[in-house]
Structures are given as C-alpha cells and as structure tokens.
Nanobody
Framework: VQLQASGGGLVQAGGSLRLSCLAS????????VGWFRQAPGKEREFVARVTWTGSNTYYADSVKGRFTISTDNAKSTVYLQMNSLKPEDTAVYYC???????????????????WGQGTQVTVSS
C-alpha cells in the first residue's frame, strides 16, 4: 500500500488548510487512518485518527476543536481540515494506516505500519 499526503503550504496564523491522504494499492474501506506531525527538532507526534466507518475519531488535545479528520472511502482519501492554525502547528504532516483491517489504533507510531511521505505545513505569525 502507498499513501500520498498533500495539501500542505504556507498560511498565516488563524488561517486554514485541508490535507489529503490518498491510498493506492488498497482501499481505505475497513482500515483506520491516522495523521501525525513532526516539527523541526522534535519527535513525531500524534494528531488525529479516524476509523474505517468515519464515525470514530480521536484527536490530540493540542488540536481538538480546531482540526477535523474525515473519510471519503469512495475516493480512498482521508482529509484533515485544519482551522485556526497557530505557528506551533508548523510541521511535516504524515498520514499512516495499520496493517490489519478493522483495527482501531491509538496514538502510538508502532500501531501504524504504512506511512506517507509527508507534506509541509508552515504557519506564520
């Protein structure tokens, strides 16, 4: 399976971006997808996760209320809508999916087997 993240860019604080994660080689139907991010000099951290039905979502406290994760199974695409962006949201954003169907992963990187290449998000103050 290959995941391709896109949609990053440069935005002013308070602005919005929508990231996309397109899967090829497998349909995302029945697989959960997570978003992670890594800022310069920091470890990669969990951002959000959605299950295959799209009904079960989970967010890091730092983005709760500002970011929304959603699925379009017909397009094998998961979106991360990011609103009210802050300079501290600046990072490379990655999408990832576990190896097993119907698995509901949490916040740990080890729970995810396949990763996209990342897309840069830069929020200026």
């Amino acid at each position: 399976v290959q995941l391709q993240a896109s949609g990053g860019g440069l935005v002013q604080a308070g602005g919005s971006l929508r990231l996309s994660c397109l899967a090829s080689g497998r349909t995302l139907r029945t697989y959960a997808v997570g978003w992670f991010r890594q800022a310069p000099g920091k470890e990669r951290e969990f951002v959000a996760r959605v299950t295959w039905t799209g009904s079960n979502t989970y967010y890091a406290d730092s983005v709760k209320g500002r970011f929304t994760i959603s699925t379009d199974n017909a397009k094998s695409t998961v979106y991360l809508q990011m609103n009210s962006l802050k300079p501290e949201d600046t990072a490379v954003y990655y999408c990832a999916t576990p190896a097993d169907r119907y698995r509901t992963p949490g916040m740990l990187e080890d729970e995810y087997a396949f990763w996209g290449q990342g897309t840069q998000v830069t929020v200026s103050s």
